[in-house]
């Protein structure tokens, strides 16, 4: 496989994870509702310490540093969390 088509390759997994980021969201969104609803606080430190902990996991699990597992998972929470202070 030549450069262009593993370049090719990258944009189509970028693709994919831009993809799966928008369904993320929209459960965050469905999440947002429900909290507003039941009057809860948007941070939830239990649920938060877990995803990191889910990502640390997985970086791990494909051989990646657990700290950049680490520093997803919290790039992706705190997009939810400004999600959800948004829609407020």
């Known amino acids: ?6 370049r ?13 980021i928008g369904d993320r969201m929209e459960v965050v969104a469905s999440i ?10 948007i941070e939830d430190t ?5 995803v990191i902990k889910q990502f640390r996991q ?6 990646l540093p657990e700290q950049k597992g680490e520093d997803m998972a919290e790039f992706l929470i705190s997009l939810a969390k400004n999600y959800q202070s948004d829609r407020r």
């Open 1 to 6: 496989m030549d450069i262009e088509e593993e």
């Open 8 to 20: 090719q390759r990258i944009d189509q997994i970028n693709s994919d994870i831009i993809e799966d």
């Open 32 to 41: 947002a509702e429900k909290k507003e609803e039941y009057d809860e606080e």
């Open 46 to 50: 239990g649920r938060e310490q877990e």
């Open 58 to 63: 997985g970086f791990s699990d494909i051989d």
